[in-house]
Protein backbone atom coordinates (compact mmCIF):
# COMPACT_ATOMS: atom_id res chain seq x y z
CA UNK A 1 0.00 0.00 0.00
CA UNK A 2 1.54 3.56 -0.88
CA UNK A 3 0.96 6.25 1.29
CA UNK A 4 -0.03 9.90 0.26
CA UNK A 5 0.20 13.03 1.90
CA UNK A 6 -2.51 15.12 0.24
CA UNK A 7 -5.33 17.96 0.29
CA UNK A 8 -9.05 16.65 0.39
CA UNK A 9 -11.44 18.88 -0.08
CA UNK A 10 -14.56 20.12 2.60
CA UNK A 11 -16.38 23.32 2.50
CA UNK A 12 -19.28 24.13 0.35
CA UNK A 13 -19.32 25.15 -3.29
CA UNK A 14 -17.31 28.73 -4.07
CA UNK A 15 -15.79 28.54 -0.48
CA UNK A 16 -13.35 25.61 -0.98
CA UNK A 17 -11.52 24.31 2.36
CA UNK A 18 -9.14 21.72 2.58
CA UNK A 19 -7.56 18.67 5.21
CA UNK A 20 -4.43 17.25 4.49
CA UNK A 21 -4.39 13.70 5.08
CA UNK A 22 -2.75 10.75 5.10
CA UNK A 23 -4.36 8.23 2.75
CA UNK A 24 -4.03 5.26 0.31
CA UNK A 25 -2.88 6.57 -3.18
CA UNK A 26 -5.70 4.53 -4.67
CA UNK A 27 -8.49 6.45 -2.40
CA UNK A 28 -9.82 8.62 -4.33
CA UNK A 29 -9.30 12.53 -3.55
CA UNK A 30 -12.09 13.01 -1.26
CA UNK A 31 -12.36 9.12 -0.13
CA UNK A 32 -11.30 7.27 2.58
CA UNK A 33 -7.59 8.44 4.57
CA UNK A 34 -6.12 7.41 7.61
CA UNK A 35 -5.08 10.23 9.02
CA UNK A 36 -6.44 13.82 9.56
CA UNK A 37 -2.62 15.95 9.84
CA UNK A 38 -4.13 19.18 9.62
CA UNK A 39 -6.17 21.88 7.41
CA UNK A 40 -5.56 24.75 4.93
CA UNK A 41 -7.80 27.33 4.49
CA UNK A 42 -7.29 29.53 1.26
CA UNK A 43 -9.61 32.65 2.42
CA UNK A 44 -8.45 32.95 5.55
CA UNK A 45 -5.71 35.88 6.00
CA UNK A 46 -3.33 34.94 8.76
CA UNK A 47 -3.02 31.57 9.90
CA UNK A 48 -4.19 29.82 6.65
CA UNK A 49 -3.09 26.00 7.72
CA UNK A 50 -2.21 24.26 10.82
CA UNK A 51 -0.52 21.09 10.62
CA UNK A 52 0.65 18.24 12.85
CA UNK A 53 4.29 18.45 11.37
CA UNK A 54 5.41 15.68 13.79
CA UNK A 55 2.58 12.87 12.25
CA UNK A 56 4.00 14.57 8.68
CA UNK A 57 7.31 13.60 9.58
CA UNK A 58 6.25 10.10 11.22
CA UNK A 59 4.56 9.52 8.16
CA UNK A 60 7.54 10.42 5.77
CA UNK A 61 9.50 8.03 7.59
CA UNK A 62 7.29 5.49 6.77
CA UNK A 63 7.46 6.03 3.36
CA UNK A 64 4.79 8.18 2.41
CA UNK A 65 4.93 10.30 -0.45
CA UNK A 66 4.38 13.93 0.02
CA UNK A 67 2.04 16.30 -2.57
CA UNK A 68 3.41 19.25 -4.11
CA UNK A 69 0.97 21.51 -2.31
CA UNK A 70 1.72 19.86 0.68
CA UNK A 71 5.10 20.34 0.51
CA UNK A 72 5.05 23.73 0.14
CA UNK A 73 2.20 24.00 3.03
CA UNK A 74 4.72 22.68 5.45
CA UNK A 75 8.04 24.65 4.19
CA UNK A 76 5.60 27.47 5.00
CA UNK A 77 4.37 26.55 8.48
CA UNK A 78 8.08 25.43 9.65
CA UNK A 79 9.06 29.00 8.27
CA UNK A 80 6.49 30.53 10.00
CA UNK A 81 7.57 32.73 13.40
CA UNK A 82 4.94 31.03 15.61
CA UNK A 83 5.74 27.83 14.32
CA UNK A 84 9.61 27.84 16.41
CA UNK A 85 7.53 28.88 19.50
CA UNK A 86 6.00 25.94 21.39
CA UNK A 87 2.74 25.94 22.81
CA UNK A 88 2.33 26.56 26.41
CA UNK A 89 3.03 23.38 28.89
CA UNK A 90 -0.09 23.51 30.92
CA UNK A 91 0.46 23.60 34.37
CA UNK A 92 -1.49 21.41 36.67
CA UNK A 93 -3.61 22.73 39.23
CA UNK A 94 -2.17 22.74 43.29
CA UNK A 95 -3.21 20.00 45.40
CA UNK A 96 -4.74 20.84 48.52
CA UNK A 97 -4.41 18.76 50.89
CA UNK A 98 -7.29 18.42 53.54
CA UNK A 99 -6.84 17.90 57.45
CA UNK A 100 -6.81 14.77 58.49
CA UNK A 101 -8.94 15.61 61.43
CA UNK A 102 -10.44 18.76 62.65
CA UNK A 103 -8.62 19.71 66.04
CA UNK A 104 -10.79 18.43 68.63
CA UNK A 105 -13.27 21.48 69.87
CA UNK A 106 -12.24 20.87 73.48
CA UNK A 107 -8.29 22.54 72.26
CA UNK A 108 -10.20 24.63 70.46
CA UNK A 109 -12.15 27.09 72.79
CA UNK A 110 -13.45 25.99 76.26
CA UNK A 111 -16.83 27.75 76.42
CA UNK A 112 -17.55 26.08 72.92
CA UNK A 113 -16.25 22.99 74.57
CA UNK A 114 -18.41 23.02 77.70
CA UNK A 115 -21.66 24.06 75.38
CA UNK A 116 -21.51 21.07 73.16
CA UNK A 117 -20.84 19.18 76.00
CA UNK A 118 -24.13 20.37 77.97
CA UNK A 119 -25.84 20.04 74.56
CA UNK A 120 -24.70 16.25 74.01
CA UNK A 121 -25.82 15.60 77.42
CA UNK A 122 -29.46 17.13 77.32
CA UNK A 123 -29.79 15.44 73.79
CA UNK A 124 -28.83 11.92 75.48
CA UNK A 125 -31.49 12.44 78.30
CA UNK A 126 -34.48 13.02 75.66
CA UNK A 127 -33.48 9.93 74.21
CA UNK A 128 -33.46 8.25 77.44
CA UNK A 129 -36.28 9.81 78.46
CA UNK A 130 -38.45 8.99 75.01
CA UNK A 131 -37.08 5.07 75.28
Known sequence: MAVKIRLTRTGAR???AFRVVAAD???PRDGRFLEILGWYDPK???????LK??????????????SDTVKSLVKQA??????????PAVEEAPVVEE???EAPVAEAEPEVAEEVAEATQEAEEEVKTDA
Open 53 to 66: LDRIEHWKSQGAEV
Open 99 to 101: AAE
Open 78 to 87: MAAPDAAVEP
Open 14 to 16: NAA
Open 25 to 27: SRS
Open 44 to 50: LESSKCD
